[in-house]
């Protein structure tokens, strides 16, 4: 579309061949089925302008106008300068500008100017451009602000894509696996390991033999005296070993 409320590019170029030609608005709204108030406004800023409608410069923007004017929003700017005013509260900012400028104004169009002209400050103190959307914001009020002549950083540069990216941090993983050593439990294979092992003496190592012999012994040995059962004692009583008296 040309424009809100606007008539296409191509409806614009007729109605202006046939106002050159002398054709009365009435019947090019009756030829064209276009609204006989639009060919008026058109035929007039034709007449001024030489455009089909106002230049840009000269459109002006819908919604009440701004309670402060430039002059006023740098005062705010200038207040807030002063570290110790931004945590203050938005009332103190209202009772500033009525008390210099005599101008009534709410805490919320306050806090709309606190948070653009913050942005703006802080961007000062860092050196660095403005973002795109508070720049529009600045421009509308003070088209010859110093910091408006930053160039703000285009858009994707210093920037990768996302398999880009991807590989990247595919590859700085790898890197850091191989630069920096495995923590954990050491594995039983590796050289690390064995060394850590303390000797062991060749005298303490027994065979299998060895082992089953010794196993067999200590289950065939009789129980100690303290451990004996009394079938034990009634048993050695009938052979006549160790009768009580």
């Known amino acids: 579309m040309a424009g809100s409320g606007k008539q296409p590019p191509e409806v614009q170029a007729r109605i202006r061949e046939l ?3 002398g054709f009365d608005p009435t019947t090019i709204h009756r030829k064209l089925k276009v609204g006989r108030s639009s060919i008026y406004r058109m035929k007039r800023c034709l007449q001024q302008y030489g455009s089909a409608y106002l230049p840009v410069e000269l459109n002006k923007k819908n919604g009440r106008p701004k309670t402060l004017n430039a002059e006023q929003e740098l005062e705010v700017r200038e207040w807030l300068r002063d570290s110790k005013n931004r945590t203050r509260y938005l009332d103190d900012l209202v009772w500033l500008i009525h008390d210099r400028f005599n101008v009534v104004c709410s805490t919320t169009t306050m806090s709309k100017l606190k948070r653009k002209w913050l942005l703006v400050i802080e961007a000062e103190e860092a050196g660095q451009p403005l973002d795109e959307e508070t720049r529009k914001l600045v421009a509308e009020t003070h088209p010859l602000l110093s910091i408006l002549q930053q160039q703000p950083p285009l858009s994707g540069t210093m920037t990768m894509s996302e398999p880009q990216r ?3 941090h595919e590859f700085a ?8 050593p495995k923590r954990g439990f050491l594995d039983d294979d590796s050289p690390a390991y064995r060394q850590a092992e303390p000797p062991i003496d060749s005298r303490l190592l027994l065979s299998s033999p ?16 303290q451990q004996l059962t009394d079938a034990h004692l009634e048993h050695q009583f009938q052979c006549g070993v160790g009768a009580p008296e």
């Open 166 to 168: 991807d590989e990247a």
């Open 173 to 180: 993983v790898q890197q850091d696996h191989v630069s920096k």
């Open 19 to 21: 106002l050159e030609a």
């Open 210 to 225: 060895q082992i089953r012999g010794m196993v067999s012994d200590f289950q065939c040995a009789p129980p100690p005296p």
